[in-house]
């Protein structure tokens, strides 16, 4: 008997041919394809017709430097999508590895799917990953002044700089993280009768 998941990665796999590694687990598809091959793949997920993947339901940047607790040896950026065919009622998660970990560098698919254009700005504040071909890729959630890239794995918890409003200059002003790090020790109770009555 064929499910209607065998009859989605066979579509995958014949309209993506070689170029794409194509997996199911747990009742999802996903589809990991090269950075090269991104953006035609993109397209044809959503032109062909025994695929029609018309929506773009999400876009996100994924940091993979301690995946499986630092077993991961492979590229450490990624941008996972997932995408839905309302005519043959099917999604599919698409995810793509940004060849450069110094410089994460991936086409946009802005052109494909207009709802691309927030997400890819989202992945690009948080992660820093740069998608070539978007015409205005700049921070969408932290401040204009902020630096770095906060949901990198190597990110510090404290950030770098914090802002406060300075009574005397009459602004919001940035200063160095004044946060002293400490160790909390648990308190433990070794009393038998502790809570006790």
């Known amino acids: 008997m064929t499910t209607k998941l065998d009859v989605l990665h066979r579509a995958l796999a014949a309209a993506l041919g070689d170029g794409a590694a194509i997996s199911t687990a747990l009742g999802e598809v996903t589809v990991v394809v090269k950075a090269a091959d991104y953006l035609q793949a993109m397209l044809t997920l959503r032109d062909d017709p025994a695929l029609r993947f018309e929506q773009l339901l999400d876009l996100c940047g994924v940091d993979y430097s301690t995946y499986g607790e630092g077993t991961w040896d492979g ?31 991936l086409a946009s698919v802005v052109g494909v799917w207009r709802a691309a254009n927030w997400y890819e ?27 770095g890239h906060p949901f990198r794995k190597d ?3 404290t950030g770098y700089v914090e802002m406060r409003y300075d009574p005397e200059q009459k602004r919001v002003i940035y200063q160095p993280v004044t946060i002293e790090p400490r160790e909390i020790i648990p308190r433990v109770i070794r009393e038998d009768t502790y809570g006790m009555k």
């Open 75 to 105: 590229l450490r950026f990624a941008a996972v999508s997932h995408l839905l065919s309302i005519e043959h009622n099917w999604r599919v998660r698409v995810r793509v590895f940004a060849p450069d970990d110094e410089m994460p560098l």
């Open 155 to 157: 990110f510090p918890v």
């Open 121 to 147: 700005r989202e992945a690009f504040d948080l992660y820093g990953i740069l998608f070539e071909g978007h015409n205005d890729l700049r921070r969408i959630l932290t401040d204009y002044g902020f630096i």
